[in-house]
């Protein structure tokens, strides 16, 4: 599902060239769980953005599904991310004036989905939040709205799922219900999942990890 080869990303901040990422390859399995670990500035968040086709390398290949993301435009990459890639992030990223359900339409009725209401609510009791559809993001708990940003990034029944850091903001407790959630998630869909984590709790979850430390995989990981 997932080729990395020999990826390479220079940014320039404050006048100076800094490499977050350096020469870095791995390949995820088609149904694979895998955890990217590490410590903070290690690049795990940029490594994730340029799978879900946010970024582009300066240089190396990226592809997904068989897809080599660099040959692709804005609008293709727009439209890959669509059909193909669910995303999961830290800070939810809803839309604060819509309300739970409005939020896990969007990607429905940008797809064109005629019922895309009905399948929001039925996404909503499956994560169980039936009752708080009508709910802003501001009157929902952090745990309550990474359910809502759980249900919009499987919505599209994705092949490939992406979490950036997605107990981060949480407390042990509602973070060890939203890893269950996750996972079942992906289980239930049987879709490839590649999360970023400093949790050793989720990381654990994952058939394998690998380890960044200054842009460069240290450590992959057996399960």
Not at 26 to 55: H, I, N, Q
Not at 113 to 120: E, G, H, K, P
Not at 159 to 175: C, F, I, K, M, V
Not at 189 to 218: E, K
Request: include cysteine; charged fraction near 20%.
């Amino acid at each position: 599902m997932i080729h990395v080869r020999d990826v390479v990303m220079r940014l320039t901040s404050g006048g100076r060239v800094v490499t977050v990422l350096d020469g870095v390859s791995f390949d995820v399995a088609r149904g694979e769980c895998v955890a990217v670990t590490g410590p903070s500035g290690s690049g795990k968040s940029t490594l994730l953005g340029l799978v879900a086709g946010l970024d582009a390398p300066t240089s190396g290949t990226v592809l997904v599904d068989d897809v080599d993301l660099g040959a692709l435009d804005e609008d293709a990459l727009a439209r890959f991310r669509r059909d193909r890639v669910g995303v999961v992030f830290q800070s939810y990223h809803l839309i604060p004036t819509l309300t739970a359900v409005e939020n896990v339409m969007i990607p429905l009725e940008l797809a064109g989905v005629t019922d895309a209401r009905a399948r929001a609510e039925r996404l909503l009791d499956e994560v169980g939040l039936g009752a708080r559809g009508h709910h802003y993001p501001v009157q929902l708990s952090g745990g309550e709205q990474q359910r809502v940003a759980l249900a919009r990034a499987v919505s599209r029944a994705p092949g490939l799922l992406l979490a950036d850091e997605p107990t981060g903001n949480l407390d042990s407790e509602t973070g060890a219900a939203i890893i269950d959630l996750l996972l079942a998630l992906n289980r239930e869909r049987g879709s490839t999942l590649l999360l970023v984590t400093h949790d050793p709790a989720l990381a654990a979850h994952a058939d394998r990890q690998i380890a960044l430390r200054d842009g460069r995989i240290v450590e992959p990981i057996p399960a």
